[in-house]
């Protein structure tokens, strides 16, 4: 978006009689297709262009957004939020980051943007593809489709206090979900990926063959008796159990005193062979960004080192509320103020392969899908639906479903082994995680 626009709007705002403003501008535009049973299921389009302006009138603000960026649209969006701040409650918190943690220069370069679009007949192949490899698996019976799709983003922040920064990214994705058997004995199985360029996204073949295998694995899956007994969390999901630990180290719920780590700053909360890593300028990440949703700059930063907590995430106002320094990690939606969140979460892998661990504990549950997480802000405890494998002496067994596992986390994180299978999938991301001893709700 253009920077003179964003900066009249801001300069507009002041005059209105706003102490301080900031304006974010993001254009996307994305395509994608959809397939089923071999024929064309669904085809979208998206071009979109959003405004949105925070004003801050003493300690009061308020954040208003819109799609239309007409100079008569401009003018009552401005109108709107100044009169809004003037209403708001007062906030002693609120306010722009410091200038001095602002970013400046060009920053770091990070590849995000491959200028590659598709054209719809492209991504209708990818799909189809993807769902064919899916359907051709022995045992898949029937699927949910394929799809493939790309997006081109772009975002443009300006200040009062003059930070301009802009950056751009793109994506592409291709998924498949595959359904196997008949009747009460269906499963499903699914695969998807992402990535920032095309070249590095897997071939549609491999994702449908990967779907429609682990739909077959899942045949003839078991309920089990409840028991206490070792859990692994495989790597596509081990992030399910470490989101919960991303919640409690978030400066707002630390400040507003609903976090279940809210009192272990500078404690030992895992083991010391764990350490959480959060790494902004990863080259073609999916969370990389030169700066914050507030222009505040972005570094490498140890959330966990050899398991002690070190640090909450924080934007200014929370920083503001415990008396340290904002993280670079405020994240926001266009119509709110800032809250926080990570970009490239990693907790670094083990030494041992998930065939180890499973060697290790001989017997127990091995997870590949989790649904209906429930989970206490302020005494971590935690549970979740799973169904997954039961493995016996190191090996696979079979699958089992209709399982619930649950722990307080605060202990779970304490007795966390991770295996050595770390893969980028998403922003965040984990090894396969070990749980020596769980509570398993079965028949």
């Not at 395509?31 to 004003?55: I, N």
């Not at 400040?255 to 895992?270: E, I, N, T, W, Y």
């Not at 505040?296 to 070190?310: A, F, N, W, Y």
């Not at 970009?343 to 997870?367: C, F």
Request: glycine share 12%.
């Amino acid at each position: 978006m253009d920077s003179g626009l964003l900066h009249d709007v801001v300069a507009a705002a002041l005059r209105a009689g706003a102490d301080a403003a900031e304006a974010v501008g993001a254009e996307r535009s994305s395509l994608s297709v959809t397939v089923r049973l071999g024929e064309l299921e669904e085809v979208e389009r998206e071009e979109a262009r959003d405004l949105s302006l925070r004003v801050f009138i003493g300690t009061q603000q308020a954040v208003v957004s819109g799609s239309d960026l007409s100079a008569t649209a401009r003018a009552k969006l401005v109108e709107r939020a100044v009169a809004m701040a003037r209403l708001a409650p007062e906030d002693p918190y609120c306010g722009l980051a410091p200038e001095d943690r602002l970013a400046k220069g060009p920053g770091p370069a990070l590849d995000l943007y491959d200028d590659t679009e598709l054209s719809p007949e492209s991504l209708e192949r990818q799909a189809h593809e993807a769902e064919a490899a899916a359907r051709g698996v022995e045992g898949v019976s029937n699927t949910d489709g394929g799809s493939a799709s790309w997006t081109s983003a772009a975002w443009r922040h300006v200040t009062s206090a003059g930070f301009d920064g802009a950056h751009q990214a793109s994506a592409f994705a291709i998924s498949a979900s595959a359904i196997a058997g008949e009747g009460a004995e269906m499963e499903r199985g699914g695969e998807g990926r992402h990535t920032r360029h095309l070249e590095d996204l897997p071939g549609a073949t491999s994702i449908g063959l990967e779907a429609g295998k682990r739909a077959v694995d899942r045949l003839g899956a078991r309920k089990i008796e409840s028991r206490t007994a070792p859990v692994i969390f495989e790597n596509r999901l081990a992030t399910s159990i470490i989101g919960p630990f991303v919640g409690a180290v978030s400066g707002p719920a630390v400040a507003r005193g609903v976090s279940f780590l809210k009192d272990k700053l500078g404690q030992r909360v895992f083991g010391d062979h764990i350490d959480i890593i959060d790494e902004p300028h990863r080259v073609r990440g999916l969370g990389s960004t030169p700066f914050d949703d507030e222009g505040v700059v972005t570094s490498d930063l140890s959330l966990i080192e050899k398991g002690v907590l070190t640090t909450w995430l924080l934007n200014t106002s929370a920083a503001k509320q415990l008396g340290m320094q904002t993280t670079g990690h405020a994240s926001r939606g266009g119509a709110s103020p800032p809250g926080t969140g990570p970009h490239n979460l990693t907790l670094v892998p083990g030494r041992r392969s998930l065939a180890d661990l499973m060697g290790d504990a001989k017997e127990g549950l091995l997870v590949t899908s989790m649904f209906g997480p429930s989970l206490n802000n302020n005494t971590g405890d935690w549970s979740a639906g799973v169904s997954g494998f039961w493995f016996e002496d190191g090996e696979l067994a079979y699958p089992v479903t209709e399982i619930t596992v649950a722990g307080n986390l605060i202990d779970i994180y304490a007795r966390l082994i991770p295996a050595s299978d770390l893969e980028l999938r998403g922003a965040n991301n984990a090894p396969s995680l070990l749980v020596d001893g769980l509570a398993i709700a079965g028949r």
